[in-house]
């Protein structure tokens, strides 16, 4: 792989074709680095500050309309695009809940305006349910009288029957973007079940995100009875899984909650790309839904075979009428980067991509399991963008177009990847060449790690910011398999262009990449679910809405 090189950052700036229109984009940016500093300012030094009191004063605003940008600095017209900021009553259509401190948690109310209107209104009944769960977490949350009986049940070693709150508490395995989509598909199985989901939390993951739920946290207290949660595996007696393979618990649906031990463990974390038997099928539900205590361990998106549970259809249509938005409306709702985080993605921002005409976001992921030279996964990556029309060809000419001092598109591309080689690659092309189409094409990389440390609390929260940069893009091309992709595009509200991987006869995949069917992540390891039929069934021709993936031959996504 490339070798390790120091970048410079701000490199492209320094680009001659991008003098040109210099000074004009000064003034926007100007104009709209004050629209964007001023609440700030009035936060840093006025003492109070909302951001509804400051952009609704007066006449309000015109809501964004779908497909614009709210934060955005097009050389069309500057005033054209003044932010408008939800008042906080009306966060994301409703999605998210007015009864939090803004000043808490800045992305909560700003990072909307950085992407293009959401395509997918959340629906009333979501935004009800969501408001339910709220009230269910704070009575039932850390700290509560509540949850106190609940430790005390969970202390005596038995199960009961009669406790009014049921808890799942998530335990994150592998790297951020399978943690992500874990924790939403968690959050939706609380949702469905009537638990409340509380997460614990390790080191590396501290001071990512802010609290999503008001008057109460997500984050498991400390000295809870059950402690080393790393000891839970596949193998571990606790499973449901192995009890009923033990003969610990039975499957008999009636069997009295008192029975049962004092919790369950369920793992759903994925073995040679399958999930367990017994997880997706409704008679075991039925007996999982007596613990009042389940840990649940996970690195995988298992909401596709949620939706193919006759139990949970009627909500499940209510909640998503449109099914493809189920990761984009749960993560906006779940995942707020920390202060800090945040602070990373504005400077990123709005020191680079601001000026911005288009936006490209790619994501380049090796993965060491499957590893390919630099240069057929550039020449890949290179076919995609020519043949998608992603981005300009060069010409070797210059036109006296080129040479003018009219104001020229500035397509912005943000490369996210741990090595810096496909970024200075793609740099040095429209560095050296002029663009047929005679747009300015900017490349920018805000790191290159090298090396996965999902350990360590300073690459994920880049590696967060990453996400949420890219999720910020017009378009984006992500690398196939991974899931740090599929929540960027999720979050967005994109479907992107993939990479696919290419087959084992192949140097390059052809076609080189695809557009994705859906906004949806891919279930890389479906469940199996021969408990139901007694013979293996292929999840991905039951239902219309729940097919196998472009990237993923045995995956499972959702589609409408
Ligand atoms: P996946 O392995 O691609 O499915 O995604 P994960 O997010 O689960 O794990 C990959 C991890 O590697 C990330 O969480 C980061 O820690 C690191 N990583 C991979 N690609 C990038 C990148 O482009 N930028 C940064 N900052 N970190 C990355």
């Not at 629209?35 to 030094?45: D, S």
């Not at 109310?109 to 704070?138: D, G, I, M, T």
């Not at 998530?170 to 598909?185: E, K, Q, T, V």
Request: hydrophobic fraction near 35%; charge should be positive.
């Amino acid at each position: 792989m490339d070798a390790k090189r120091v970048r410079r950052q701000g490199e492209a700036d320094q680009d001659p074709e991008m003098e040109k229109g210099e000074r004009w984009r000064g003034v926007e940016v100007a104009l709209v680095g004050l629209l964007i500093t001023l609440p700030l300012l009035v936060f840093l030094f006025g003492g109070h500050w909302s951001t509804s009191a400051f952009f609704s004063r007066g006449a309000p605003l015109p809501a964004s309309t779908k497909g614009s940008r709210n934060v955005s600095s097009s050389s069309s017209s500057a005033a054209a695009s003044l932010p408008t900021i939800p008042t906080p009553k009306n966060i994301l259509g409703g999605l998210l809940s007015p009864a939090f401190d803004e000043r808490s948690c800045l992305s909560r109310y700003k990072s909307a305006l950085y992407r293009r209107a959401s395509p997918f209104a959340p629906s009333s009944y979501l935004v009800e349910r969501l408001r339910k769960y709220e009230a269910l977490h704070k009575k039932c949350g850390p700290n509560s009288r509540r949850y106190r009986e609940a430790v005390e049940q969970l202390n005596s070693g038995h199960n009961s029957h009669d406790s009014q709150c049921q808890y799942v508490i998530w335990f994150p395995c592998n790297g951020l973007g399978n943690r992500m989509l874990s924790l939403a598909a968690t959050f939706l199985y609380a949702l469905l079940t009537n638990r409340v989901l509380l997460t614990y939390v390790p080191k590396e993951q501290a001071n990512l995100f802010c609290e999503p739920f008001p008057g109460s946290s997500w984050v498991l207290p400390p000295y809870f009875p059950i402690q080393n949660f790393y000891r839970f595996n596949r193998d571990s007696p606790q499973s449901y899984a192995n009890m009923l393979k033990n003969k610990v618990i039975s499957n008999n649906v009636n069997v009295s909650a008192e029975s049962l031990p004092a919790y369950v463990y369920f793992h759903l974390e994925q073995f040679r790309l399958r999930l367990d038997n017994n997880i997706f099928c409704e008679d075991d539900q039925l007996i999982l839904a007596k613990f009042n205590w389940m840990i649940l361990k996970s690195d995988s998106y298992f909401v596709p075979p949620l939706f193919l549970m006759p139990m949970y259809e009627d909500e499940l249509r209510r909640l998503f009428p449109a099914k493809e938005s189920v990761f984009h409306h749960l993560g906006r709702y779940l995942f707020h980067p920390s202060n800090s985080v945040w602070g990373i993605i504005t400077r990123y921002y709005e020191s680079y991509l601001t000026k911005a005409d288009e936006r490209l976001g790619l994501q380049i992921r090796i993965f060491p399991e499957k590893p390919i030279s630099f240069d057929d996964m550039y020449d890949q990556l290179f076919k995609c963008l020519m043949k998608e029309e992603l981005l300009p060809t060069t010409t070797t000419t210059e036109s006296s177009s080129n040479s003018s001092s009219t104001i020229k598109r500035l397509k912005s591309v943000l490369v996210t990847s741990l090595y810096s080689g496909y970024y200075e690659k793609i740099k040095s092309m429209y560095y050296e060449n002029p663009t047929s189409t005679g747009e300015i094409v900017a490349i920018y990389q805000p790191s290159h790690e090298e090396w996965q440390h999902s350990e360590a609390q300073t690459h994920n929260q880049k590696a967060l910011a990453e996400m949420f940069l890219l999720s910020y893009n017009d378009k984006v091309v992500i690398s196939a398999w991974s899931t740090f992709g599929y929540v960027a595009h999720g979050l967005a509200g994109l479907k992107p262009w993939i990479l696919l991987r290419p087959s084992w006869n192949q140097k390059t995949a052809d076609p080189p990449c695809l557009r994705a069917m859906s906004v949806e992540p891919c279930l890389h390891s479906p469940p199996s679910l021969d408990c139901k039929a007694k013979r293996d069934v292929d999840p991905g021709a039951l239902v219309p809405h729940v097919r196998h993936c472009e990237d993923v031959g045995q995956g499972l996504k959702l589609v409408d």
